[in-house]
Each structure stands twice: as C-alpha cells, then as structure tokens.
C-alpha cells in the first residue's frame, strides 16, 4: 500500500505549484482588467453619441431659425416692395433681394450641417475676398445688433448712466460734457 505524502504545512508546496496559482491570478486580473476597459469604451462611446446628438440637434434648431428669419427678412421684402411704386427700380430691387433670400431659406432648411458646411467652404475656396467681406458685414452686423439689444435692456432698467440723462431732457455735449457743462 502507498501512502502519500501530503505536506502538512501549505508553505511547503512546491514551485510548481506556486506558479501555477500566480499564473491563474494573473489570468483572472487580465481578465477584469479586460472587461473594465470594455465597458469604460462602451461608456465613453456611448457618452460620446450622446454629446454628438445633443450638439447636432442645438446646430438643427440654430439652423431652423436662421432659415425663419431668412424667410421673415424676405416677407418684409416683399411687403415693402409691395407698397412700392410698380415697375420701379427700388421695387424690382427689393424683389429681387427678397425671392434670393428665400431661396436662401429654403437651401437652409432642405440641406443638413454637413452639406451647408462643405457648400461655405467650398465657397470660401472659390471666392476668398467676396467670403471675408462677407463675414466682416455679419460681424458687423451681429455686434451692432449686440449692442442695441444691450442698451435696451439697460435703459429698460434705467441703470445710472445709461440712459437716465437722456430721459431727464439733458443732452450730451462734446468730449462727455452735458451741454449744461457739466460732465455725464
């Protein structure tokens, strides 16, 4: 009869045996290791879709409304030339002016970001000064709009010294002077 030898005490084990354990714990971290950076992918993708969604649907909704203001602008157009005299030069203008901004509403509304975004480029590769002096007038045009709703919310509230002289009848003088000389 054979009788093994079992160790009594676990420390005695053998290297092989010792490997053999680490090896399968170095498996099982691989393992965790693994699926934790799986799912941190799929989070990040997923979270990454979701800002992409959000930010096309806020691009949609500004482009909607560029599109109904167009169209508005074009509506006053046409309105004003309406009440114009027929035939005339200023009519025939505003006309003119008026259907090309509704076609330009209309191209706003039928085409997504990515078209409108590669037409603008391609336009600003063809045409550079006609592109910059186009964006120069929308510059323009976006800071005086600025600061006209700036100083309606400010006289609205009649802050001092924003609108307050003026309504009191006082008027502004050179160099900040009220033309009662005293300094506004």
């Known amino acids: 009869m054979m009788v093994e030898n079992k160790p009594e005490n676990p420390d005695a084990r053998s290297d092989s045996d010792r490997t053999k354990d680490s090896d399968g714990a170095k498996d099982k971290t691989r393992a965790e290791v693994s ?3 799986g799912e941190a992918r799929a989070s990040a993708q997923s979270a ?3 800002a992409a969604a959000a930010a096309s649907e806020k ?3 500004a482009k909607n409304t560029a599109a109904d203001e167009l169209s ?8 004003a030339a309406g009440e114009m005299r027929s035939g005339s030069p200023q009519e ?14 209309d ?8 078209e409108m975004v590669q037409d603008v480029s ?13 964006a120069a007038l929308v510059g323009f045009a976006a800071t005086r709009f600025a600061k006209a709703s700036g100083s309606d919310i400010s006289e609205a509230g009649n802050t001092p010294g924003t609108g ?3 309504a009191q009848g006082a008027h502004a003088g050179p160099s900040g002077t009220s033309m009662d000389g005293e300094l506004s």
Request: hydrophobic share 50%; proline share 2%.
């Open 59 to 61: 691009a949609n909704t």
């Open 48 to 50: 990454a879709q979701d």
């Open 107 to 114: 191209a706003m509304r039928n085409k997504d970001l990515g």
């Open 72 to 79: 508005d602008v074009a509506s006053a157009l046409r309105t």
């Open 92 to 105: 025939r203008t505003f006309g003119q002016i008026a259907e090309s901004l509704a076609d330009a509403s």
């Open 122 to 134: 391609a336009f600003a590769r063809r045409n550079p000064m006609i592109f910059l002096a186009g």
């Open 35 to 37: 699926k934790l950076a």
């Open 164 to 166: 307050d002289a003026l």
